[in-house]
T-cell receptor, first 112, second 114 residues
């Protein structure tokens, strides 16, 4: 089955700096790769997603890149703000309506 | 937008008892729902796929007789934790696919077994 690895597990940055989180997956059949932000004790919030027919997608300060050949994808957050502090999860799925296999999570701390 | 609701949000039960968690799609029909478990400071782990009108599909290592899943209607899936033990204490969260082929998560349910 699918296995998703995520690095780093913790990331501390200064406000205004960029943050990058990387994930690798094992199942070449996966075609949908969402990123979630989760506050403690709350449901995951989708922040951006990418499908396998696209190499990069950007939404304001957030971007995701996908290298399907190497089976890895990354989340890039620019101009980080303290409110970006949270736990971020990558995930992989066959389709955008299928079960999600989550990465291990990254705790991002943005210091003012 | 599509909403998925879970109930209860928090529940405390005694060891050995059973507890039921409901997951409802409020404004769309969901033939498939998914149940995840999340221990503190860990990731969301897929437990099972809930299929309306048929048996759930469990992930490897998840005991189907302990975690009973019933998906009796197109808007409701239930997860029953049977013979609960303290190690079952966790955050349980469901998801379903709604309009626009988007995955929606419930609010999650905190289970504490004492």
């Amino acid at each position: 089955g699918e296995n998703v690895e995520q690095h780093p597990s913790t990331l501390s940055v200064q406000e205004g700096d960029s943050a990058v989180i990387k994930c690798t997956y094992s199942d070449s059949a996966s075609n949908y790769f969402p990123w979630y932000k989760q506050e403690l004790g709350k449901r995951p919030q989708l922040i951006i997603d990418i499908r396998s027919n696209v190499g990069e997608k950007k939404d304001q300060r957030i971007a995701v890149t996908l290298n399907k050949t190497a089976k890895h994808f990354s989340l890039h957050i620019t101009e980080t703000q303290p409110e970006d502090s949270a736990v971020y999860f990558c995930a992989a799925s066959i389709t955008n309506t299928d079960k999600l296999i989550f990465g291990t999570g990254t705790r991002l701390q943005v210091f003012p | 937008g599509a909403v998925v609701s879970q109930h209860p949000s928090r529940v405390i039960c005694k060891s050995g008892t059973s507890v039921k968690i409901e997951c409802r799609s409020l404004d769309f029909q969901a033939t498939t729902m998914f149940w995840y478990r999340q221990f503190p400071k860990q990731s969301l782990m897929l437990m099972a796929t809930s299929n309306e009108g048929s048996k759930a599909t469990y992930e490897q290592g998840v005991e189907k007789d302990k975690f009973l899943i019933n998906h009796a209607s197109l808007t409701l899936s239930t997860l029953t934790v049977t013979s609960a033990h303290p190690e079952d204490s966790s955050f349980y969260i469901c998801s379903a696919s709604g309009t626009g082929n988007t995955i929606y998560f419930g609010e999650g349910s905190w289970l504490t077994v004492v």
